[in-house]
């Protein structure tokens, strides 16, 4: 439930505040990349990263020692104001709502870099009244600050009460911008004996049935994914809300392969991006979170036999009707928002022909 009603959903929540939008835009952002800008040396790369990530996020929070959490917010202030940013989204995940940290990171963000802050990711959401009590925050400093358009919020899953309220926090205000899979906190706070940040378990998983009775014999195992259900039920709240759902860290850095296929589960089941927490992720991503080449060429060739859009045709041997034809859409509208952006996907998306 919303702290508004539908009436004044859309009103500002501070008097010189900016005006909520009504639809959030779908900005390209297929790696969410997490920098500490307490860290020198990662620091100096982030102007370096502009144009090659979609998103660069300061990360003020967990795997940000507490003695540097105040050089990180100040960090992340000068980092934003000697960076222009162009086509790169800025991002920033602020510290526990409950953390001695949290108040001074907002006031001290939005008022001082504020209208170079796209979005702030709020960790450990339990529901819909922590988004309320950000979104009120944002509105009081960016009135305070003069910030001339609305900051977005962007909320982790990553406690069992918020997956059980997902729905109500992807719907809890306008500034939603999206929600991402946390899987470290959520397997310790669900209690599920796995140690790794995302990925599959290799105890977890299902086993062919005994041939001629022999449970002992050869019987082939297949490993099932942990986080199936969580990003499902996350992807449903999204959608339902008109935001935009994530996989979050893949934790393994060196298993690129396994990162690899974490991602793509995410991106089959609907999630527009993930974050990257190692540069050697970032390429991973942008690859699996931008449609194939042969994706594009055929939701084109749906999109142009499909004519006004209703009824059926087979298209090699498929059936492609009204429900398939807007699958198509959303992968070809993707592929002309990335090639606004990647002058490599451009190439490769303008050279697709179809033929007649
Ligand atoms: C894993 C670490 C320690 C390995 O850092 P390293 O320096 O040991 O690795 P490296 O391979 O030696 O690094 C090679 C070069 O890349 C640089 N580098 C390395 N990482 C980055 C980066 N992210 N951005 C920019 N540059 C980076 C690094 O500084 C080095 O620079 P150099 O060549 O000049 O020596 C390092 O990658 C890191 O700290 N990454 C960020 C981790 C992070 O942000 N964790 C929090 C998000 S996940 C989380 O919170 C969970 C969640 C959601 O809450 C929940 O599930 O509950
Ligand atoms: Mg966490």
Request: glycine share 8%; hydrophobic share 45%; net charge negative.
């Amino acid at each position: 439930m919303s702290h508004k009603s539908p009436k004044d959903f859309f009103a500002p929540l501070a008097v010189g505040a900016p005006a909520p939008l009504r639809e959030i835009p779908a900005r390209p952002s297929r790696a969410i990349h997490f920098f500490d800008p307490s860290n020198p040396k990662m620091a100096a790369k982030v102007p370096a990263m502009v144009g090659t990530v979609d998103v660069l996020l300061g990360n003020l929070e967990d795997a940000v020692k507490a003695d540097n959490k105040i050089a990180a917010r100040e960090g992340l202030v000068e980092i934003a104001k000697s960076t222009d940013f162009g086509p790169t989204q800025l991002w920033t995940r602020i510290n526990s709502l409950d953390s001695p940290w949290v108040l001074d990171d907002l006031i001290t963000l939005v008022t001082e870099i504020g209208d170079k802050l796209d979005v702030v990711m709020v960790p450990k959401v339990q529901g819909p009244e922590d988004i309320h009590y950000v979104d009120r925050l944002l509105a009081q400093l960016e009135a305070k600050g003069g910030v001339q358009r609305p900051i977005l919020i962007h909320a982790i899953l990553e406690t069992a009460r918020g997956v059980a309220n997902v729905e109500e926090i992807a719907l809890a205000s306008p500034r939603m911008q999206g929600i991402s899979l946390g899987p470290a906190d959520l397997a310790a706070d669900r209690k599920m004996k796995t140690t790794r940040v995302g990925g599959g378990h290799p105890g977890y998983l299902v086993r062919q049935d005994p041939v001629d009775g022999d449970i002992h014999g050869n019987r082939t195992v297949f490993q099932q994914d942990l986080w199936h259900y969580t990003i499902a039920k996350m992807v449903d709240a999204c959608a339902e809300a008109g935001i935009y759902p994530y996989y979050g860290p893949f934790g393994d850095i060196t298993d690129v392969v396994a990162a690899e296929d974490q991602f793509r589960n995410a991106f089959l089941l609907g999630c527009v991006g993930t974050w990257s927490l190692h540069p050697k992720q970032i390429e991973i991503a942008n690859r699996v979170f931008s449609p194939s080449v042969e994706d594009i060429k055929h939701a084109r060739r749906v999109v142009k036999a499909m004519g006004d859009g209703t009824g059926a045709v087979m298209l090699d041997g498929k059936m492609e009707d009204d429900a398939s034809l807007k699958q198509c859409l959303v992968l070809v509208e993707l592929a002309e928002e990335l090639a606004a952006i990647d002058p490599k996907l451009k190439e490769l998306y303008d050279a697709i022909e179809i033929e007649d």
